[in-house]
């Protein structure tokens, strides 16, 4: 069983940053671990997925060149650096995992395929 519970959220302007945390209990080895976002009225989309074995990142068009993945495996966290944020960055923000053999940074998948789930923490961005 594993727990992901997320920090970081709040409120920016256009073009600042923030930093989401995604802190894990229970093993992450040998998995996915991502962040999906949920705007209202929207689905849930997929932004950015990091492998805890290999390191491998894969981000959505939309983040590419504006968000970090990262990981810190001693401390079971994972981070997503959001730089240059837009109005249409808001949204609800979680983190999810799922145990993978291998993965080279493919496309994440659909939200359903994630077996855990953070409560979520909202980010807002102001124009």
């Known amino acids: 069983q594993v727990q992901l519970v997320e920090s970081g959220g709040g409120s920016v302007q256009f073009g600042g940053s923030l930093r989401l945390s995604c802190a894990a209990s229970?093993?992450?080895?040998?998995?996915?671990v991502a962040w999906f976002r949920q705007a209202s009225g929207r689905e849930r989309e997929g932004v950015a997925g990091?492998?805890?074995?290999?390191?491998?990142?894969h981000y959505a068009a939309s983040v590419a060149g504006r968000f970090t993945i990262s990981i810190d495996n001693a401390k079971k966290t994972v981070y997503l650096q959001m730089n240059s944020l837009k109005p249409e960055d808001s949204a609800m923000y979680y983190c999810?995992?799922?145990?993978?053999?291998?993965?080279?940074?493919?496309?994440?998948?659909?939200?359903?395929?994630?077996?855990?789930w953070g409560q979520g923490t909202q980010v807002t961005v102001s124009s």
């Open positions: 999810a995992s799922r145990q993978v053999g291998t993965w080279y940074g493919e496309p994440l998948g659909t939200a359903a395929e994630f077996e855990y």
């Open positions: 229970g093993s992450i080895y040998s998995s996915i």
């Open positions: 990091i492998s805890s074995k290999n390191g491998f990142t």
